[in-house]
Nanobody
Framework: VQLQASGGGLVQAGDSLRLSCAASGRMFSSYAMGWFRQAPGKERELVAG???????YYPDSVKGRFTISRDNAKNTVYLQTNSLKPEDTAVYYC????????????????WGKGTLVTVSS
């Protein structure tokens, strides 16, 4: 599976962005997907996960502000980010993994190049 994230940019605090992750290859619908982010000097962290069946997971830091969804017909997973804060500034990555529990634990098998989100105050 090859993944390509897009949709990042420079926004102001309180704005929204929708990130997309397009996947190539077969069997996309069978993978759990995750969105991760890594800010400068910080460890990578999971911000949203979605199972092959559509079950979702969010850490408390983004719950209520971020929404992950997937369109299996388009081989694409999305991350809607609302009410963005300066601390959301990071490179955002998508990942595919076999098993929802694996992505919730912060791991991925296949990774795409990231897309930079910068939130100004």
């Amino acid at each position: 599976v090859q993944l390509q994230a897009s949709g990042g940019g420079l926004v102001q605090a309180g704005d929204s962005l929708r990130l997309s992750c397009a996947a190539s290859g077969r069997m996309f619908s069978s993978y759990a997907m995750g969105w991760f982010r890594q800010a400068p000097g910080k460890e990578r962290e999971l911000v949203a996960g979605i199972s092959s069946a559509g079950r979702t997971y969010y850490p408390d830091s983004v719950k209520g502000r971020f929404t992950i969804s997937r369109d299996n017909a388009k081989n694409t997973v999305y991350l809607q980010t609302n009410s963005l804060k300066p601390e959301d500034t990071a490179v955002y990555y998508c990942a595919a993994v076999v098993g929802f529990g694996t992505v919730v634990s912060g791991r991925g098998d296949y990774w795409g190049k990231g897309t930079l989100v910068t939130v100004s105050s």
